[in-house]
């Protein structure tokens, strides 16, 4: 993977906010905003089939969103730098990818974003900087399409905060290339600090599978829970903040018998509950689990909600702002022109912590403006997150020291007239990025694809 090196003169500030994910846009050019506790419909550019991203500031005016590969910004405008690359995508179809891609703030930059997609086989990143085109935000022409991994991985793409409460864990996982009788359960992750990306590391657990690789990985609320769906099992993971290790929490294996493979899954806010659904034409079924029940998880599996309209099936779900869980009806032959009651609302289960068909699930109740769902919801993450008082890893300094397996990398002379040198555990087949920001965070100087064997001149800047 191609490192990057970012040198600050200063340490930013970090503020958590409460509405980056007050606007979703997703579907066929819908945008629903969540503020003031009312849903607001809108017509934003763009058709997203499964894979969209979209991300507010901390008082939930939207800063930009994507289709999985072009980028708006907050004016309903394309960046100049967009498109980005995105695996399966056709302009004006969409990304088949169901979670193909996810927005992640720089903790090292207020005003920059990680775009992180799925692309042929791997992932690759561009950065958004939120400077550019006079605060409209562009994608950075340096840092646009750089590759993070080249591997085959399924559509599953997610992330969850550091328990310090500022860095990043981002998962995927791999996949066989063809149905052979190789099998992985392998999970790769990354870690996301000031310094740049970390990883990929490798977790090996759970069910080794050589089969299906659709349908939605989620994290719990509070970040403790994964919950991956494969095949026709749903596996829930234990997951910890400071170390991003896994461990085995429950399994349910053949959650309705052949052919059910769970797409949409999403848990309850508080964690105590977890829904799953599938998109099977005239026979998506919704089950409910109960997670804090003495039983065994498989047993208290409760149907509530077959959607028997022929032709018709079930999306992916999402936990919103409002603690609700929205999900659409979607018509499964795609690409289509259907317009109809069941495609231009969203459904939603307004009590997702309760027991049972109490937990008050409504159809076709969302309106969604004269615009139509498809398959997918955006890749929201829990961007309010905060550190994880009590743990090791409260702190920045433990986070950091415990969890970056980084190399250090000394510069010098400081001050310099001339020329930057390097020395450190580094390779000398390693290329890196360079940037170098003054006092206010303004890029000043940007340098790509070079080895940290050889000196760097800078004789131009004051």
Same mark, same amino acid.
């Given at each position: 993977?191609?490192?990057?090196?970012?040198?600050?003169?200063?340490?930013?500030?970090?503020?958590?906010?409460?509405?980056?994910?007050?606007?979703?846009?997703?579907?066929?050019?819908?945008?629903?905003?969540?503020?003031?506790?009312?849903?607001?419909?809108?017509?934003?550019?763009?058709?997203?089939?499964?894979?969209?991203?979209?991300?507010?500031?901390?008082?939930?005016?939207?800063?930009?969103?994507?289709?999985?590969?072009? =980028?708006?910004?907050?004016?309903?405008?394309?960046?100049?730098?967009?498109?980005?690359?995105?695996?399966?995508?056709?302009?004006?179809?969409?990304?088949?990818?169901?979670?193909?891609?996810?927005?992640?703030?720089?903790?090292?930059?207020?005003?920059?974003?990680?775009?992180?997609?799925?692309?042929?086989?791997?992932?690759?990143?561009?950065?958004?900087?939120?400077?550019?085109?006079?605060?409209?935000?562009?994608? %950075? %022409?340096?840092?646009?399409?750089?590759?993070?991994?080249?591997?085959?991985?399924?559509?599953?793409?997610?992330?969850?905060?550091?328990?310090?409460?500022?860095?990043?864990?981002?998962?995927?996982?791999?996949?066989?290339?063809?149905?052979?009788?190789?099998?992985?359960?392998?999970?790769?992750?990354?870690?996301?600090?000031?310094?740049?990306?970390?990883?990929?590391?490798?977790?090996?657990?759970?069910?080794?599978?050589?089969?299906?690789?659709?349908?939605?990985?989620?994290?719990?609320?509070?970040?403790?829970?994964?919950?991956?769906?494969?095949?026709?099992?749903?596996?829930?993971?234990?997951?910890?903040?400071?170390?991003?290790?896994?461990? %085995?929490?429950?399994?349910?294996?053949?959650?309705?018998?052949?052919?059910?493979?769970?797409?949409?899954?999403?848990?309850?806010?508080?964690?105590?509950?977890?829904?799953?659904?599938?998109?099977?034409?005239?026979?998506?079924?919704?089950?409910?689990?109960?997670?804090?029940?003495?039983?065994?998880?498989?047993?208290?599996?409760?149907?509530?909600?077959?959607?028997?309209?022929?032709?018709?099936?079930?999306?992916?779900?999402?936990?919103?702002?409002?603690?609700?869980?929205?999900?659409?009806?979607?018509?499964?032959?795609?690409?289509?022109?259907?317009?109809?009651? %069941?495609?231009?609302?969203?459904?939603?289960?307004?009590?997702?912590?309760?027991?049972?068909?109490?937990?008050?699930?409504?159809?076709?109740?969302?309106?969604?403006?004269?615009?139509?769902?498809?398959?997918?919801?955006?890749?929201?993450?829990?961007?309010?997150?905060?550190?994880?008082?009590?743990?090791?890893?409260?702190?920045?300094?433990?986070?950091?020291?415990?969890? =970056?397996?980084?190399?250090?990398?000394?510069?010098?002379?400081?001050?310099?007239?001339?020329?930057?040198?390097?020395?450190?555990?580094?390779?000398?087949?390693?290329?890196?990025?360079?940037?170098?920001?003054?006092?206010?965070?303004?890029?000043?100087?940007?340098?790509?694809? =070079?080895?940290?064997?050889?000196?760097?001149?800078?004789?131009?800047?004051?």
């Amino acid at each position: 993977m191609k490192k990057i090196l970012l040198l600050f003169l200063f340490f930013p500030c970090f503020v958590f906010s409460q509405s980056h994910n007050a606007n979703w846009f997703f579907g066929d050019s819908v945008m629903l905003n969540f503020n003031d506790g009312v849903i607001t419909p809108s017509k934003a550019p763009g058709y997203a089939y499964e894979a969209s991203i979209s991300y507010s500031d901390e008082d939930g005016n939207l800063l930009f969103y994507s289709d999985g590969s072009i =980028i708006w910004n907050k004016d309903l405008e394309e960046m100049n730098n967009s498109p980005i690359e995105q695996r399966s995508y056709v302009e004006g179809s969409g990304s088949s990818m169901c979670q193909g891609s996810v927005v992640i703030p720089d903790p090292g930059n207020s005003s920059e974003y990680y775009i992180i997609n799925h692309v042929g086989e791997g992932l690759k990143y561009s950065i958004i900087d939120m400077t550019l085109d006079e605060g409209l935000g562009d994608v %950075e %022409e340096v840092m646009k399409d750089i590759w993070i991994i080249e591997e085959y991985i399924t559509e599953k793409l997610q992330a969850v905060k550091h328990a310090n409460g500022r860095d990043w864990w981002v998962l995927f996982h791999k996949r066989i290339p063809s149905f052979g009788e190789d099998s992985t359960n392998t999970f790769y992750k990354l870690l996301i600090t000031p310094e740049g990306i970390s990883g990929p590391f490798e977790q090996n657990i759970g069910i080794k599978r050589n089969d299906f690789y659709l349908g939605q990985m989620v994290f719990s609320r509070d970040g403790s829970l994964l919950a991956y769906t494969e095949g026709n099992d749903l596996e829930i993971f234990n997951f910890h903040r400071c170390t991003g290790e896994l461990s %085995e929490y429950k399994n349910i294996i053949s959650v309705n018998g052949p052919g059910y493979y769970p797409y949409g899954c999403a848990f309850s806010p508080n964690g105590s509950k977890i829904y799953i659904s599938n998109g099977v034409s005239g026979n998506s079924k919704i089950f409910q689990y109960c997670l804090d029940c003495p039983d065994e998880l498989s047993e208290t599996k409760q149907l509530i909600y077959n959607c028997n309209i022929e032709d018709y099936g079930l999306g992916q779900m999402l936990l919103g702002p409002d603690d609700h869980i929205y999900f659409p009806i979607i018509y499964m032959t795609l690409p289509n022109s259907i317009f109809t009651e %069941e495609y231009m609302n969203l459904c939603v289960i307004n009590s997702p912590n309760t027991e049972g068909i109490a937990c008050n699930l409504d159809t076709s109740t969302i309106w969604l403006g004269g615009q139509r769902s498809i398959a997918g919801l955006p890749n929201m993450l829990n961007y309010n997150l905060g550190a994880l008082a009590g743990s090791d890893c409260d702190t920045l300094e433990v986070a950091i020291n415990n969890t =970056i397996n980084k190399s250090i990398i000394t510069i010098y002379p400081n001050p310099t007239k001339g020329y930057l040198f390097f020395k450190g555990n580094f390779s000398s087949n390693q290329l890196y990025n360079i940037i170098i920001t003054d006092a206010q965070g303004k890029k000043v100087f940007i340098k790509k694809d =070079i080895s940290l064997t050889q000196k760097l001149n800078i004789s131009n800047l004051p």
